[in-house]
């Protein structure tokens, strides 16, 4: 599952909170959040996703810079693990190419 936040700073209770998952004792749908779940949360930051089509090509020129992206993104991290759990929320490398498996 992505979720995609554009305002990080407001959004990550919202986020934490959306309900996405079934009720496993009453099986409605979309009725419980990753906290009522105790899922663990991985913040990957992705530059592309931001990405325009230029022609034939991608073009990111309207992305966040990475010396502004990089503390924008830690503070998200560090948002996210204040709200939650610093033991459940996990980040990537920073502008590394990642392969993420489950």
Known sequence: ???????VL?????????????????????????????????????FTLYGILKGNKPDFHVAMPPAKAKPFYAA?????QRLYSADTVKDGVFGAMMKVLF
């Open 1 to 7: 599952m992505r979720a995609v936040v554009q305002r």
């Open 10 to 46: 407001s959004a990550s209770v919202e986020v934490l909170n959306m309900r996405l998952f079934p009720n496993d004792k009453t099986g409605k749908a979309w009725d419980q959040s990753v906290m009522q779940r105790k899922f663990d949360v991985l913040l990957v930051s992705q």
């Open 76 to 80: 998200l991290v560090e948002k996210f």
